[in-house]
């Protein structure tokens, strides 16, 4: 099946500065989706692409759809102390017959105040 | 508000014991999904449903099962058959193309 790979797995930021994190996969994606898991909690959707090269933010959150539509990226600006959680990418994947979201398997933010 | 309910957040489970996780939304999505995490392993999906009265295995559904008698509830029920159940389990639902809403999660522990 298609699988999405995410880097980096963890990382650790200093407060104040930026993040980057992205997905990858060998095959064509139609809508790649950005999710945040707070420590105990389900997962809340962040961001939502639907065109290739579409470029998405929400307050200090910023995704882009790959042109390629193979990849995706996230970017936090100015992390903060609550910025603390795993982030997924996911995706439904392309052609007939898809009945779930692939995800990857995250990246774990840790942010050092 | 529309959301999406788990129920017990945390719930302990004796050796050889059923135990029945609840799930129940009021989005009026068609689509629910169960989801097991455990640590570095990202999301795995145990069983989902598309419609009432029906419902298909996902990757790991071995030692659980599932019912979904009304569009609102999808429950779930880890059994004696599950050998190593310790771990976080999501409720979702919703269409794909706009991202599942995910309940937030009950924590399951073999004492």
């Known amino acids: 099946g298609q699988q999405l790979n995410q880097s980096p797995q963890s990382m650790f930021i200093q407060e104040g500065e930026d993040v980057s994190m992205n997905c990858t996969s060998s095959s064509i994606f139609n809508t790649w989706l950005w999710y945040k898991q707070d420590p105990g909690e389900g997962p809340v959707l962040l961001i939502a692409l639907y065109k290739a090269g579409e470029l998405t933010s929400n307050g200090r959150l910023t995704a882009q759809f790959g042109i390629t539509r193979k990849d995706s990226f996230l970017n936090i600006s100015a992390s903060i102390p609550s910025d603390v959680g795993i982030y997924f990418c996911?995706?439904?994947?392309?052609?007939?017959?898809?009945?779930?979201?692939?995800f990857g398997k995250g990246t774990k933010l840790s942010v050092i105040p | 508000d529309g959301g999406i309910t788990q129920s017990p957040k945390y719930l302990f489970r004796k050796e050889g014991q059923n135990v029945t996780l609840s799930c129940e939304q009021n989005l009026n999505h068609d689509a629910m999904y169960w989801y097991r995490q455990d640590p570095g392993q990202g999301l795995r999906l145990i069983y989902y449903s598309q419609i009432v009265n029906d419902f298909q295995k996902g990757d790991i559904a071995e030692g659980y099962s599932v019912s979904r008698e009304k569009k609102e509830s999808f429950p779930l029920t880890v059994t004696s058959a599950q050998k190593n159940p310790t771990a976080f389990y999501l409720c979702a639902s919703g269409p794909l193309r706009y991202g599942y809403t995910f309940g937030s999660g009950t924590r399951l522990t073999v004492v």
């Open positions: 996911a995706g439904p994947p392309s052609g007939a017959g898809s009945y779930q979201l692939t």
